[in-house]
T-cell receptor, first 114, second 112 residues
Framework: NAGVTQTPKFQVLKTGQSMTLQCAQD?????MYWYRQDPGMGLRLIYY???????DKGEVPNGYNVSRLNKREFSLRLESAAPSQTSVYFC?????????????FGQGTRLTVV | AQSVTQPDIHITVSEGASLELRCNYS??????LFWYVQSPGQGLQLLLK??????LVQGIKGFEAEFKRSQSSFNLRKPSVHWSDAAEYFC??????????FGKGTKLSVKP
């Protein structure tokens, strides 16, 4: 039972490069989320998808795009990476919107932009 | 706007001692509240959650939390801490728009 799987686990990018972070869940959850975690800042929501085919901006969406490819997969794309995007990125899913049920988190992607 | 405050950035307790981690929230309606734990290099794991009803909720790993509306608090407690409890703890409130709003976390260190 994998839960929420994120790839890659580590990545180093040069400023201006692009990349896509992948996330997949096998729990038949409706809602999926992307958060970034920075030291002393807690977790901040980048984008979320309440259901297949919908996406909404969170607290810090600038510089990111997302795609809800199907019910299982929710990807996060950095079109032109900047050093300010160095962070740990977490994908999460929950059965319903608003975390009215338990949210499950992936193991994180540690991204460094140089 | 909703917010969560965890006043303590870092707490150190001795193994076997009791623990209380503080959390204060700002939310207009009845909040949905959560405590998560994050071990080093890992994702977040739900410890417990409060939706309604009994204000003392039990979670995994021997943790409990008490919701106090009058104080806008949701403090996490454990009667006897184990070395394996060393981790970072996050309090969160459901933001009403399909998101969780997290506090900045409290790092717990456990002395042998």
């Amino acid at each position: 039972n994998a839960g929420v799987t994120q790839t890659p686990k580590f990545q180093v990018l040069k400023t201006g490069q692009s990349m896509t972070l992948q996330c997949a869940q096998d729990m038949n959850h409706n809602s999926m989320y992307w958060y970034r975690q920075d030291p002393g800042m807690g977790l901040r929501l980048i984008y979320y998808s309440a259901s297949e085919g919908t996406t909404d901006k969170g607290e810090v969406p600038n510089g990111y795009n997302v795609s809800r490819l199907n019910k299982r997969e929710f990807s996060l794309r950095l079109e032109s990476a900047a050093p300010s995007q160095t962070s740990v990125y977490f994908c999460a899913s929950s059965l319903n919107r608003g975390f009215l049920t338990e949210a499950f988190f992936g193991q994180g992607t540690r991204l460094t932009v140089v | 706007a909703q917010s969560v405050t965890q006043p303590d950035i870092h707490i150190t307790v001795s193994e076997g001692a009791s623990l209380e981690l503080r959390c204060n929230y700002s939310y207009g309606a009845t909040p949905y509240l959560f405590w998560y734990v994050q071990s080093p290099g890992q994702g977040l794991q739900l410890l417990l959650k409060y939706f309604s009803g009994d204000t003392l909720v039990q979670g995994i790993k021997g943790f409990e939390a008490e919701f106090k509306r009058s104080q806008s608090s949701f403090n996490l407690r454990k009667p006897s801490v184990h070395w394996s409890d060393a981790a970072e703890y996050f309090c969160a409130v459901e933001g009403g728009q399909g998101n969780l709003i997290f506090g900045k976390g409290t790092k717990l260190s456990v002395k042998p």
